[in-house]
């Protein structure tokens, strides 16, 4: 079968991105104990929104989760002591406050980010890589 320019491309950076999305899963919850969504969700929360509640395809949007996933998701970060939910105005928003727990978790997963980013990139064969995907990655 004679794939055509455009799916290729897709499956290009389909792999490209689940080889430095698995990298930088497993470094995060090595060091921090998160996942990259649990990440994403805590980066998400922690930008001003006015007024003060989020709603939650806000949220699933950001960590690109359904709806009833990112209940859940939210559901876990609560458990854990990373948030306080409290209710919104109405039913599709909820008063979502960051703990101090989140807010030093955050702090300190910038840079643990950041570093596995670049080592993903970095191990990436770069015989295997198409050579504008790698390019656009490495700021180019």
């Known amino acids: 079968m004679n794939r055509s320019a455009t799916s290729q491309r897709w499956g290009a950076l389909d792999r490209l991105h689940r080889h ?10 090595e060091e921090l104990g998160v996942t990259t969504r649990e990440y994403r969700a ?3 929360l922690s930008q001003p929104v006015i007024p003060p509640q989020h709603h939650i395809r ?3 949007k950001a960590t690109g989760l359904s709806a009833s996933a990112t209940s859940r998701l939210l559901t876990r970060l609560h458990k ?10 109405d ?3 909820l008063d979502i406050q960051l703990t101090a727990k989140a ?13 596995s980013t670049a080592a993903a990139i970095a191990s990436l064969d770069r015989s295997e890589t198409d050579p504008y995907l ?6 180019w």
């Not at 790698?134 to 700021?139: H, I």
């Open 20 to 29: 430095v999305d698995t990298r930088i899963e497993k470094q995060l919850y």
């Open 42 to 44: 805590l980066i998400t």
């Open 58 to 60: 806000a949220v699933a």
């Open 80 to 89: 854990r002591g990373m948030i306080t939910v409290g209710t919104g105005r």
């Open 91 to 93: 039913r599709r928003t």
């Open 103 to 115: 807010h030093g978790l955050i702090r300190i997963g910038a840079p643990v980010l950041e570093r």
């Open 134 to 139: 790698l390019r656009f990655l490495e700021g």
